[in-house]
């Protein structure tokens, strides 16, 4: 049986009018939803994973289906991981082309949130301290997951110059890149 149909998806918010979406995880039936209802052109999935085959497989052909663009970046779900998908998501949600262009990772609370928060911070040039309190709206507890912080003031300047100058940030930790290998695949 299918449940009743929730028409945005989880933790879902406004980040420019018309222009930057964000959200949670979506469904086929979700991503329907708001592709008609917001005119989306592109996603963000910044909590695509290689660990669960079917549903990436679902939410891809879904994208495909409906003509939209989707770029998958991995992170992991503590919103740590490679800064230089921090700064592809960037270069995308700068981009008007691409607009309007939804935002999302599993819950919608820490990667999603620390896209947001280096938006702000990098394309609005909002102060962090601004930025930051957002997140609470979207679930993020910086008592359950004060790693975000740390990492957002670790990288943020690092963050801020790859995007103007466009040279990658030196990273070899976890989710970094490597050919052959997707950046999930990695995660200990």
């Not at 149909?5 to 222009?19: C, D, I, T, Y």
């Not at 990436?56 to 003509?67: F, Q, S, T």
């Not at 998908?85 to 820490?110: F, M, N």
């Amino acid at each position: 049986m299918i449940g009743p149909l929730r028409k945005h998806p989880r933790n879902f918010g406004v980040v420019e009018p018309g222009a930057i979406y964000r959200s949670a995880a979506l469904s086929p039936r979700t991503l329907r939803y708001i592709t008609t209802r917001y005119a989306l052109r592109t996603i963000i999935d910044l909590g695509a994973t290689t660990l669960t085959p079917k549903p990436e497989a679902a939410i891809r052909k879904a994208a495909n289906d409906l003509g939209v663009q989707r770029f998958a970046l991995r992170l992991k779900g503590t919103g740590e991981g490679d800064p230089n998908e921090y700064v592809r998501a960037l270069r995308i949600l700068a981009d008007t082309s691409y607009h309007p262009v939804l935002v999302h990772c599993g819950a919608g609370a820490q990667r999603t949130s620390a896209c947001i928060i280096f938006y702000r911070h990098v394309i609005q040039d909002m102060p962090i301290g601004r930025a930051y309190p957002e997140s609470f709206r979207f679930r993020h507890h910086p008592r359950k997951h004060p790693q975000l912080l740390t990492y957002i003031n670790q990288w943020c300047t690092d963050i801020a110059l790859s995007y103007h100058t466009k040279e990658p940030i030196p990273y070899t930790g976890p989710t970094a890149r490597q050919i052959g290998r997707t950046p999930i695949d990695q995660l200990p």
